[in-house]
């Protein structure tokens, strides 16, 4: 079979593949790689009324939906407050997800950014 190459249409998609991967690398845990199942957490589809994970976003990057960074800068941070808002403050998830809040936005911000697309262009 032929290798798998994540081909993207425009520099702008290869530019938010960058970004997710680098903001995977702060979850080391891979706690936000899936979607979470009310199996490993009881009731959460009935508490989160917009859930979201990485692999959603990724799959939004391939799709080409997001039409701004904003976009995907919303996606990670509904991602981060749902864990905030099912896991009590004492929890690992609470934890890494603020965590992940707190160093994604510093990905995304307007200096990192730029760096990032010199290193693409
Ligand atoms: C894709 O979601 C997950 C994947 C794997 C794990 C996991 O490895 N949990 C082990 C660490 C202690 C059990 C946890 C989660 C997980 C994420 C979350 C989030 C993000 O709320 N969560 C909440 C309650 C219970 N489990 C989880």
């Known amino acids: 079979p032929l290798l798998k190459v994540e081909e993207y249409q425009t520099p702008f998609q290869e530019l938010l ?28 589809t009935m508490i989160i009324k917009h859930p979201m994970d990485f692999s959603t ?3 939004r990057v391939k ?9 995907l800068k919303g996606d990670l941070r509904t991602m981060c407050e749902n864990a905030m808002t099912y896991n009590r403050p004492e929890t690992i998830y609470y934890k890494a997800a603020k965590k992940l809040l707190h160093s994604g936005m510093k990905i995304l911000s307007p200096e990192r950014i730029q760096t990032l697309k010199q290193s693409i262009d």
């Not at 680098?22 to 009881?42: C, G, H, Y």
């Not at 799709?63 to 976009?71: G, I």
């Open 17 to 44: 593949h960058q970004v997710l991967r680098q903001l995977q690398r702060k979850d080391p845990n891979a706690f936000f790689s899936f979607p979470v199942t009310d199996f490993i957490a009881p009731g959460y």
């Open 57 to 59: 976003m990724k799959e």
């Open 63 to 71: 799709k080409n939906e997001y039409q701004s960074l904003e976009e």
